[in-house]
Nanobody, 117 residues
């Protein structure tokens, strides 16, 4: 059974940066695409970033140019570098992953990011 554990969240001021991590156990070798989502209180879950096994990435407009997703297969870890943070980035950030047939099979519990104005 694959487990995902997010870390790196916290409280940061507007304009600050955070780097989130998503540790995959026991191994990232069976994982296809990996995705970051976020969910703010009272709002629907929102896609933040996607990275393919080859390193291709996708970002929606609200985070494009500010967030960077990467994966270190040797460390079995997915990262999300978040710069120029805004109060509207405040949310619980979750990572998801899975095989090609079901790319969002596994979910972590999330790590909370709070951006103060």
């Amino acid at each position: 059974q694959v487990q995902l554990v997010e870390s790196g969240g916290g409280l940061v001021q507007t304009g600050g940066s955070l780097r989130l991590a998503c540790a995959v156990s026991p191994s990232i070798s069976s994982i296809d695409a990996m995705t970051w989502y976020r969910q703010a209180l009272g709002k629907e879950r929102e896609l933040v970033a996607v990275i393919s096994p080859s390193g291709r990435t996708y970002y929606p407009d609200p985070v494009k140019g500010r967030f960077t997703v990467s994966r270190d297969n040797a460390k079995n870890t997915l990262f999300l570098q978040m710069n120029s943070l805004k109060p509207e980035d405040t949310a619980n950030y979750l990572c998801t992953a899975g095989p090609h047939s079901e790319p969002e099979r596994y979910w972590g519990q999330g790590t909370r990011v709070t951006v103060s104005s």
